[in-house]
């Protein structure tokens, strides 16, 4: 209804969302990539090999400890023991992305309650700026179809499907303001 009481007519409501790529969306909304609400490029996990678990070693969060929901597994966890592993530990609004394999485009959002995590070499790490987006957002929308669509599209490659750190920073979400 508009100020006069009166019922909006369908051309006035039309003017109020605009056409993209996801359908019409409301006017105020953008199509921002990845790296535009990320405080950074996306970096790569550490390189070093997994070892055995031990509580006073950080824990290591590779691909296959990452469930198809992105929840940590936690049968058989590992570590790290590599004294650059501290470059690596994953901090609140870190989204991994897994880069490679029949795994390329599951994603992990860190919780705190997971505990001390260092991710791995075929992981990518973007940190959602919070000023920008809500990371909870944008794990949500990398369980749409519009996500794993345009996974399907960026990882078909010869050999081995994947996706790296600049095709990530491309990827573009529908966005409201926080």
Do not use: H
Not at 68 to 96: A, F, H, M, T, W
């Amino acid at each position: 209804m508009n100020t006069n009481g009166k019922v909006k007519s369908v051309l006035d409501q039309k003017n109020e969302y605009k056409n993209t790529v996801f359908g019409f969306i409301p006017k105020d909304w953008e199509i921002v990539k990845l790296k535009d609400i990320s405080i950074r490029k996306g970096t790569y996990g550490i390189g070093a090999a997994a070892v055995e678990y031990n509580e006073n070693l950080p824990r290591y969060l590779r691909i296959t400890d990452i469930d198809d929901q992105g929840r940590i597994i936690n049968e058989d966890p590992k570590c790290v023991d590599d004294p650059d592993s501290v470059n690596y530990i994953l901090k609140k609004n870190d989204l991994v992305f897994a880069r490679t394999g029949n795994t390329t485009g599951k994603t992990y959002l860190y919780k705190n309650e997971d505990g001390v995590l260092v991710y791995a070499g075929f992981l990518i790490k973007f940190s959602i700026n919070p000023i920008k987006a809500d990371s909870r957002f944008v794990k949500y929308f990398t369980e749409t179809n519009y996500y794993w669509q345009w996974v399907g599209i960026m990882s078909m490659r010869s050999g081995q499907p994947g996706i790296n750190e600049n095709e990530y920073s491309k990827l573009t979400l529908l966005f409201c303001a926080i």
